[in-house]
């Protein structure tokens, strides 16, 4: 738990380091993961970014989407 918990820490200070445009995809295929422990983390990390990059993670969030929308269109 505790080196759950300082990866959680890292990962936070890497994404204030970094934009959330930089940090989101990476944060979005995690959620793609099939081990449930990596998808609550993910879950978590987007739940903080929204607390602290709501503008930025709103028009990525949306893009996305709009992209994965398309692909499930097209395939």
Same mark, same amino acid.
């Given at each position: 738990?505790?080196?759950?918990?300082?990866?959680?820490?890292?990962?936070?200070?890497?994404?204030?380091?970094?934009?959330?445009?930089?940090?989101?995809?990476?944060?979005? =295929?995690?959620?793609? @993961?099939?081990?449930?422990?990596?998808? #609550?983390?993910?879950?978590?990390?987007? %739940? !903080?970014? $929204? =607390?602290?990059?709501? @503008?930025?993670?709103?028009?990525?969030? #949306?893009?996305?989407?709009?992209?994965? %929308? !398309?692909? $499930?269109?097209?395939?």
């Amino acid at each position: 738990a505790q080196v759950r918990e300082k990866m959680r820490e890292l990962i936070k200070q890497i994404i204030l380091t970094y934009s959330a445009a930089k940090t989101f995809p990476y944060i979005q =295929e995690g959620l793609r @993961s099939r081990n449930n422990r990596t998808r #609550i983390e993910c879950v978590d990390l987007v %739940g !903080f970014l $929204l =607390e602290n990059h709501v @503008s930025e993670v709103k028009s990525l969030y #949306i893009l996305s989407f709009c992209s994965f %929308g !398309f692909a $499930l269109k097209n395939a």
